[in-house]
């Protein structure tokens, strides 16, 4: 049994050949199809104007990405704060790691005293 995004992966990429192969027939071979059929001459007799046209759609949309995806990561530049300089990073990592030592200091002498206590002394 296919999952769900195996059978959706598996209809993308049909309908992309699909495309795909359309997208050839009208670009190269329309004006052959339009003087055997005349019947499929939906877009009028001129193939200059579907190839035309077959070109600059997809150019229309390649291009809208291309600037849509420049305005996302321009906008995300503009409005993120900007980053904390290194000087203060660097004090606040050298803060904490001072704390702990000194509570470490404050706790050591009763550690070791613990510990010589749980120690038992050796036999002669």
Known sequence: MVS?????????????????????????????????????????????????????????????????IGAWIGWTMATTPPPKPIEEITTEMEEKKEEPKMEEMKTEPAADTMAKEKKPEKKK
């Open 4 to 68: 769900k995004d195996q059978a959706i992966g598996g209809v993308i990429c049909l309908v992309c050949v699909v495309v795909a192969i359309l997208y050839i027939i009208g670009l190269f071979f329309y004006n052959a199809i339009i003087t055997s059929v005349p019947a499929l001459a939906i877009f009028g007799n001129d193939p200059g104007v579907v190839q035309f046209w077959l070109v600059t759609i997809p150019v229309l949309v390649g291009l809208v990405a291309i600037l849509a």
